[in-house]
């Protein structure tokens, strides 16, 4: 069986839990999902998209980064309470069954590249 010649990384949206396993040089295209809540507003200093070279960190950094936006939300108070409760029902099953540490200590124990 011939093996692919390719490379890949892995990226989030900010305060996302998805993550995208993108191809650099295979040649075919990607179709990015949007967000699931839009929001309008300018990037000043942190990027869109945060990418790594594998799955188990790029896991890690999308699970501190959702536990990072619902810490803000619970800065907020009760103005953040609804936004807080709708980020954690449309995240459940990520952050309960997909980004859990023994999902993301299983793929580093791997051998194989993820």
Known sequence: MKKNNYSRYFRFLKNDTVIDEIST???KPFKAKPPKT????????DP???GFLNRARAMEMA???ALEYMDTL???GRSG?????KYRDDHYEDLNEN???ANIEAIK???IPS
Do not use: R, W
């Open 63 to 65: 699970k501190a980064g």
């Open 81 to 85: 309470i609804e936004a807080l409760l």
């Open 38 to 45: 839009p929001s309008y507003s300018l990037i000043i200093k």
């Open 109 to 111: 124990n791997q051998n």
């Open 74 to 76: 619970i800065d907020k």
């Open 99 to 101: 980004l859990t540490y």
């Open 48 to 50: 869109l998209y945060y």
């Open 25 to 27: 040089n295979d040649f």
